[in-house]
Nanobody, 125 residues
Framework: QAQQVESGGGVVQAGGALRHSCAAP????????MAWFRQTPGKEREFVAAIRWNGGSTYYADSVKGRFTISRDNAKSTVYLQMNSLKPEDTGVYFC??????????????????WGQGTQVTVSS
């Protein structure tokens, strides 16, 4: 059952930008690492970015480093994903997630307990 509410998906041309947001219940968001994953048909959920509960550490997949930025507003219990210079290969369903992964497991989907409903991003060439 989805615990978070996401918004910000859509259709954009290559080179464009989108901003995702994900609002979570305060009791879930508080002191949780937040992450974004994406998935395309027939493939496993892929790590995109993560941020620790205090915003002190951020992590990115190599494929999005330098183009995507994850941030969070703890007062609003909301995490954001700013996606710039989008490419067709960024197409997929994007999910936000909350959990308490270790440094070594922050990129693993199984280490997150709460998930958003997913929003579709389509990047046309």
């Amino acid at each position: 059952q989805a615990q978070q509410v996401e918004s910000g998906g859509g259709v954009v041309q290559a080179g464009g930008a989108l901003r995702h947001s994900c609002a979570a219940p305060e009791r879930t968001f508080r002191r949780s690492a937040m992450a974004w994953f994406r998935q395309t048909p027939g493939k496993e959920r892929e790590f995109v970015a993560a941020i620790r509960w205090n915003g002190g550490s951020t992590y990115y997949a190599d494929s999005v480093k330098g183009r995507f930025t994850i941030s969070r507003d703890n007062a609003k219990s909301t995490v954001y994903l700013q996606m710039n210079s989008l490419k067709p290969e960024d197409t997929g369903v994007y999910f936000c997630a909350a959990g308490d992964p270790s440094f070594w497991t922050v990129r693993r989907a199984v280490d997150y307990d709460y998930w958003g409903q997913g929003t579709q991003v389509t990047v046309s060439s």
